[in-house]
C-alpha cells in the first residue's frame, strides 16, 4: 500500500542527544512535519553500531511493525551495522539510509573492526532504496570505500534563524580575555587533546576557552582530558560545561570571539556552519569534510592532529587584529548565505517521494 506522507524515522538511543548527527535528524523530523508529513519516531534501545542483542531485536520489531510499502528512514548509527535485519524487509519497504559518516571512519577503531564495519555498512546500504549523505564529502567518501555505487543525494544541514542571537552579540573583542568556544562531544575523533596542548602554547595570551559538548559519552577519554588540562596548568582557563541546552548553546555562540574545533574527522562539521551563522571566526582542521565546511576566508584550517599549527593560527587570529577582523567579516557574509533548516526538510522530502516512487 502506498501511505503517502507518512514515514518511520528509525535512530539509536534518545533523539534529543546533543551531538551534530543527532541535532541533524531532529531539525529533518521537525521540518517534514511543518511539510505535513506524518512522521513516527522510533528510539531503538541497545548498543550502535556494533549492535548487541537487544540492538538487533529492537530493529527487527520495528521494521516487522511497518506495513507493506511504507517508507523508513534509518540513521546509519542504528542500521549500518545490521544488514541481516535490513536486509529482510527491504523488498517490501521504501527504505532510505541516512549517513553522516562511514561507521568504519569513527577514530580508534582497530582494524578488525573498522574491516566488519564497512563490510556490514556496504550490505546496508545495497538494500536501500534511497541514500542521504549530509556532505557532499561523505558522498564521495561512501564510493572511495566501495560502499556504495548508487547516487547518493546529498542534504546538507540548515542554519536557524539567528536575528535574536546576532542581536545579543557582544562587540568584537578587546582581548581581554578572548573568549573561545569549542562545541563538540568528548570523544577521540572530536581532538580535544590535540586543542588542550594547542591552547597551552597560546597560554602567554589573554584567553578563556568554554568546551560544550556531552562528557558521558567516553568516560575515559574525558578523564583524560580533565587530567591534560591539569598538567598543561589551563583548569582556571578552560571549562567544561557538559551538554547543554539549545538555549544555553545559543547563548554561548552569542558570547563567543572565536569558535575552535581540533576533530581529527568530519563528516561535516554542522558547528562550524553554526559558528559562521553567527558571524565567528573559526580554526578548525582540514580532517574529512572540514577541509570544505569552512567558507574561504572565515578563519584558519590546518593538518588534523597537528598542535604546532593549530596554536600558531590561533596565535595569529588573536594577536593580528587584521586577520581577526577580515576572517569575522568573511564568515559574515558567508552566514548570510547559508541555507536553512525547512529548505532542507523540503530537499529531504523530494528524495522520500522520489525513492518511493522507485519501490
Given at each position: 500500500m502506498n501511505n503517502g506522507q507518512t514515514i518511520t524515522f528509525i535512530i539509536a538511543g534518545p533523539l534529543d542527544q546533543p551531538t551534530g548527527g543527532?541535532?541533524?535528524?531532529?531539525?529533518?523530523?521537525?521540518g517534514l512535519r511543518a511539510l505535513g508529513w506524518r512522521v513516527a519516531v522510533v528510539e531503538l534501545p541497545g548498543r550502535f553500531p556494533l549492535a548487541d542483542d537487544e540492538a538487533t531485536r529492537a530493529l527487527e520489531r520495528t521494521l516487522s511493525a511497518c506495513e507493506a510499502g511504507s517508507r523508513v528512514v534509518i540513521d546509519g548509527l542504528a542500521g549500518g551495522?545490521?544488514?541481516?535485519?535490513?536486509?529482510?524487509?527491504?523488498?517490501r519497504l521504501s527504505i532510505t539510509a541516512l549517513v553522516h559518516h562511514p561507521l568504519c571512519d569513527e577514530t580508534g577503531l582497530d582494524i578488525g573492526t573498522a574491516d566488519a564495519l564497512r563490510a556490514r555498512e556496504t550490505e546496508t546500504l545495497s538494500h536501500a532504496a534511497c541514500i542521504i549523505t549530509t556532505s557532499r564529502f561523505t558522498r564521495e567518501r561512501l564510493h572511495e570505500l566501495g560502499l556504495t555505487t548508487n547516487d547518493a543525494v546529498v542534504i546538507e544541514p540548515?542554519?536557524?534563524?539567528?536575528?535574536g542571537a546576532k542581536g545579543r552579540r557582544r562587540a568584537p573583542s578587546t582581548g581581554t580575555p578572548w573568549r573561545l568556544l569549542c562545541v563538540a562531544t568528548l570523544i577521540p575523533r572530536k581532538g580535544h587533546a590535540v586543542l588542550v596542548e594547542a591552547l597551552a602554547q597560546v597560554a602567554d595570551l589573554d584567553w578563556q576557552c568554554a568546551f560544550v559538548g556531552a562528557t558521558d559519552r567516553d568516560p575515559e577519554h574525558t578523564a583524560a582530558i580533565e587530567t591534560a588540562i591539569s598538567r598543561a596548568g589551563l583548569s582556571d582557563r578552560i571549562t567544561l560545561h557538559g551538554a547543554v541546552d539549545e538555549s544555553r548553546l545559543d547563548a554561548h555562540y552569542a558570547d563567543a570571539d572565536l569558535f575552535?574545533?581540533?576533530?581529527?574527522?568530519?563528516?561535516?562539521?554542522?558547528?562550524?556552519?553554526?559558528?559562521?551563522?553567527?558571524?565567528?571566526?573559526?580554526?578548525?582542521?582540514?580532517?574529512?569534510?572540514l577541509a570544505h565546511t569552512l567558507p574561504a576566508g572565515a578563519g584558519r584550517a590546518t593538518p588534523p592532529g597537528d598542535a604546532d599549527?593549530?596554536?600558531?593560527?590561533?596565535?595569529?587570529?588573536?594577536?593580528?587584529?587584521?586577520?581577526?577582523?577580515?576572517?569575522r567579516q568573511a564568515a559574515q557574509t558567508a552566514g548570510a548565505q547559508l541555507g536553512d533548516w525547512p529548505e532542507a526538510a523540503r530537499a529531504f522530502a523530494a528524495a522520500l517521494q522520489t525513492s518511493g516512487q522507485r519501490t
Open positions: 543527532y541535532r541533524y535528524d531532529a531539525r529533518i523530523i521537525a551495522g545490521l544488514p541481516d535485519v535490513v536486509g529482510r524487509h527491504a523488498a540548515g542554519v536557524e534563524d539567528l536575528p575552535v574545533l581540533a576533530s581529527h574527522y568530519e563528516g561535516y562539521g554542522m558547528v562550524i556552519t553554526e559558528a559562521i551563522a553567527h558571524a565567528l571566526p573559526v580554526v578548525t582542521t582540514t580532517g574529512g569534510a599549527a593549530l596554536a600558531t593560527a590561533l596565535r595569529t587570529i588573536m594577536t593580528d587584529r587584521s586577520a581577526y577582523t577580515a576572517a
